[in-house]
T-cell receptor, first 112, second 115 residues
Framework: GQQLNQSPQSMFIQEGEDVSMNCTSSSIFNTWLWYKQDPGEGPVLLIALYKAGELTSNGRLTAQFGITRKDSFLNISASIPSDVGIYFCAGPRDNYGQNFVFGPGTRLSVLP | GAGVSQSPSNKVTEKGKDVELRCDPISGHTALYWYRQSLGQGLEFLIY????????KSGLPSDRFSAERTGGSVSTLTIQRTQQEDSAVYLCASSFTGGSNQPQHFGDGTRLSIL
């Protein structure tokens, strides 16, 4: 079945550095979603991508929908301590959005 | 409330007992999703509701798991004869109409621990 892979699995960075993470799949996705999860809370949607090649920003976050529709990346510029958390990519298994698959996550830790 | 509400936030129970987990979606959202998140893992899809109907139950791991939704609003996930491998965080999400272009809004989950 469809699976999403995320890399890196975890990363430690210095405050102020830029971060890049990506998500890949063996199958085509029509939508890519990026979520952030803080400890003890549910995931919060950061960015949604709906079109191949689309580049979308949300503050210091930028995400792109890969042209092959099999990958997406998320960049965070000038990281700050509150960026700590787990970042998940997700996409719908079907065209109806009834069943979504999530990647295993990238755990980000920011060193002061 | 403004967001998705789940209760209880934590549940500890003995192996073999039944448990019920509740989800109150955002008012007006017709689509509701249940996910399971094991420690340090991603989210595993369990079931999707559109209104009171569940067109996709494919993620339910066994017949011990069931879910219902009444009045197009509140949903209950029931796990019968719980096993230790059922220990996880159970997350509920809702979206306005469902569909792949509709963002899902998550609750904070119920952390279930089976002793």
């Amino acid at each position: 079945g469809q699976q999403l892979n995320q890399s890196p699995q975890s990363m430690f960075i210095q405050e102020g550095e830029d971060v890049s993470m990506n998500c890949t799949s063996s199958s085509i996705f029509n939508t890519w979603l990026w979520y952030k999860q803080d400890p003890g809370e549910g995931p919060v949607l950061l960015i949604a991508l709906y079109k191949a090649g689309e580049l979308t920003s949300n503050g210091r976050l930028t995400a792109q929908f890969g042209i092959t529709r099999k990958d997406s990346f998320l960049n965070i510029s000038a990281s700050i301590p509150s960026d700590v958390g787990i970042y998940f990519c997700a996409g719908p298994r079907d065209n109806y959005g009834q069943n979504f698959v999530f990647g295993p996550g990238t755990r980000l830790s920011v060193l002061p | 409330g403004a967001g998705v509400s789940q209760s209880p936030s934590n549940k500890v129970t003995e192996k073999g007992k039944d448990v019920e987990l509740r989800c109150d979606p955002i008012s007006g959202h017709t689509a509701l999703y249940w996910y399971r998140q094991s420690l340090g893992q991603g989210l595993e899809f369990l079931i999707y509701f559109q209104g009171n109907s569940a067109p996709d139950k494919s993620g339910l791991p066994s017949d011990r798991f069931s879910a219902e939704r009444t009045g197009g609003s509140v949903s209950t996930l029931t796990i019968q004869r719980t096993q230790q491998e059922d220990s996880a965080v159970y997350l509920c999400a809702s979206s306005f109409t469902g569909g792949s272009n509709q963002p899902q809004h998550f609750g904070d989950g119920t952390r279930l621990s089976i002793l």
